[in-house]
């Protein structure tokens, strides 16, 4: 009897990489976490570069110990699908790594060859690209950010050597992932359509390209960045012939094993959350939903940043929100991704840098809890001694505005900045507690404000289906729940909805393989069954404001949009006196 069929999923995040072993529905046999390497400069806070020779061992690792740990041997293992950051990673046109550390040694071999997703160098070339009035531009909400790969690529041309630039190949690091794995270079339709501007009509736009200073792109007819127009794979689709020889040895594995065509991890996330069923009250819906109740499911994957994406039948062009990108995940349909750029990151140096964090630390090892429990609680000591409400009450005048690494949508403005209202001459604990939830609450109000755009342009979001670190802080959901009015639908494991979405591609890919039909004209479908087969219900929370605190968290949204103006205006008065 032949062993039954496992996928591995594979999630390579901002610091990690995680392999999953998973059956077809969806139970998560093993899971292996590796640690990767981020390499940050001293001298400039901007520069976050990574190594694909780092993260490839660390994939290899993870899988080759989920082989162990399960006994599952590699036979039984049908299909394999990578997701990863939207990383830009650099290769000469055999596959070796090269640098992108500023210097002597850029364009050289090197391992640091990966400018990792929130890497902030690009910033003079996104102003480049944005002044062109290209029509690419109406296809990412109006503004080109510099955390995506075109004004990484430009950086790179406008200070290393020509005859070093020639050379190189540039992947979005999912398709850099396949690569390396089956030795084929064709990109995947969500990474060159997210994020490296290939347009739904008319593919490699030329005239931009010549004028930001890249037109020998189209010199070398694409090869650096992916070959000739429509040479892309839909999501899921078999890439190549499998896992080259090489790559199975390195991960020990079949050779030949099918691999999917990559997504970005937050699309690999909307894959692993929007097709789920909820509980309520412990009562699981029993109708399963159908491709089109997509429409009206927001996915949040939210960890050290956060992603919002919806998907429609239609194109819908929101200023400052990401897209419309066609074909990213479903063969015909469009998708919209707004976004911040710091959220875990911000709670966590909120935290971090009050004077008061050692003393939590110390007080959560004492209680042998977790430092956020330890808040939660002191949160709600503090609501009863002050005799209020709501922790929202609690913090009524303490207003944290969010955007303390840029804004990503609906702003998409790099050079926004964070701010905190309602300072105290207050180092304690409990000022800190007070800090934690208000920063939680400024979170939840950007949320409520990419949601209104989307709403506003023509999408019907009616609910929120979170998935990465940020679904188990269960203050925050509930803050989304009631900020936005909306339910919020919680994933079975927090930290397995991305990766499964991974290992669904690989399915898809092994389905493909096997004769299974996913043309064109079948894809969304097929796709859309493994999706509502493989994925566990969720917890659905629905709003529970007070009217009091629904007036409270009005206010504090009103107030959050006036700072937005406020900023803006400040900054404006600034630049007219630095002019003179």
Not at 39 to 62: C, G, L
Not at 222 to 243: C, F, M, N, R, T
Not at 487 to 507: E, F, K, Q, T, Y
């Amino acid at each position: 009897m032949s062993p039954e069929a496992h996928y591995i999923g594979v999630d390579v995040g901002t610091g990690s990489a995680r392999a999953s072993l998973i059956k077809k529905d969806g139970t998560v046999v093993a899971s292996h976490l590796e640690d990767t390497l981020t390499f940050r400069d001293a001298q400039d806070h901007r520069i976050f570069e990574q190594s694909t020779t780092n993260i490839w061992s660390a994939i290899a690792t993870s899988i080759k110990k989920c082989l162990q740990e399960s006994q599952v041997p590699a036979s039984a293992v049908k299909g394999l699908g990578f997701d990863a950051t939207c990383s830009l990673a650099v290769t000469d046109l055999g596959g070796g790594p090269i640098t992108v550390t500023k210097g002597s040694t850029l364009g050289q071999h090197g391992d640091q060859n990966i400018i990792l997703w929130a890497d902030h160098r690009a910033e003079e070339e996104a102003d480049i690209i944005n002044k062109t009035g290209s029509v690419v531009l109406n296809y990412v909400g109006g503004t080109m950010s510099l955390e995506m790969e075109v004004p990484k690529i430009l950086w790179l041309k406008r200070r290393m050597d020509p005859s070093l630039f020639s050379r190189c190949q540039f992947f979005d690091l999912p398709d850099y992932l396949t690569y390396r794995a089956t030795s084929d270079s064709t990109r995947s339709t969500c990474s060159v359509t997210c994020k490296c501007s290939f347009l739904p009509e008319g593919g490699w736009q030329s005239d931009f390209f010549r004028a930001i200073g890249l037109g020998e792109l189209q010199v070398h007819e694409y090869k650096q960045i992916g070959g000739h127009d429509g040479d892309v794979l839909i999501a899921g689709l078999p890439v190549s012939s499998g896992l080259s020889k090489k790559a199975a040895e390195e991960l020990g594995l079949e050779e030949g094993t099918p691999v999917g065509s990559a997504l970005i991890d937050a699309y690999a996330g909307w894959l692993g959350t929007v097709a789920a069923r909820y509980k309520e009250n412990g009562t699981l819906a029993k109708e399963l939903p159908s491709v089109d109740e997509s429409q009206r499911r927001l996915a949040v994957i939210a960890g050290t940043s956060t992603c919002h994406i919806v998907q429609s039948r239609d194109d819908h062009f929101v200023r400052g929100v990401w897209g419309p990108y066609k074909d990213p995940v479903f063969r015909g349909w469009w998708m919209n991704e707004g976004g911040q750029s710091s959220t875990g990151q911000l709670i966590d140096f909120i935290l971090t840098t009050h004077p008061a964090y050692p003393q939590l630390v110390e007080t959560a090892k004492a209680q042998g809890k977790d430092i956020h429990n330890v808040l939660d609680e002191l949160l709600e000591s503090l609501k009863i001694e002050n005799k209020v409400d709501s922790l929202t009450e609690l913090t009524k005048d303490l207003h944290i505005y969010p955007d303390f690494h840029g804004n990503r949508s609906p702003i998409a403005d790099p050079r926004m900045r964070g701010s905190i209202t309602g300072l105290e001459i207050n180092d304690t604990l409990t000022d800190l507690a007070r800090k934690y939830h208000a920063t939680l609450e400024g979170i939840a109000l950007q949320t409520r404000h990419i949601i209104e755009e989307l709403n506003a342009k023509g999408h019907q979001i009616q609910s929120i289906y979170m998935s990465g670190g940020q679904a188990r802080n269960l203050s925050l959901m509930n803050l989304f729940a009631n900020s936005c009015n909306m339910p919020v639908v919680l994933p079975a494991s927090d930290s397995n909805s991305v990766i499964l979405g991974a290992a669904m591609l690989g399915r898809l890919a092994a389905e493909a393989t096997a004769g299974l039909d996913v043309s064109d004209e079948k894809q969304a479908e097929a796709l859309w069954n493994v999706m509502v087969e493989m994925t566990p219900p969720g917890t659905r929370i629905v709003p529970s404001a007070s009217e009091k605190e629904q007036r409270i968290l009005a206010a504090k949204y009103k107030i959050f949009r006036e700072t937005i103006e406020i900023q803006k205006r400040w900054r404006e008065e600034i630049e007219e006196a630095v002019k003179g």
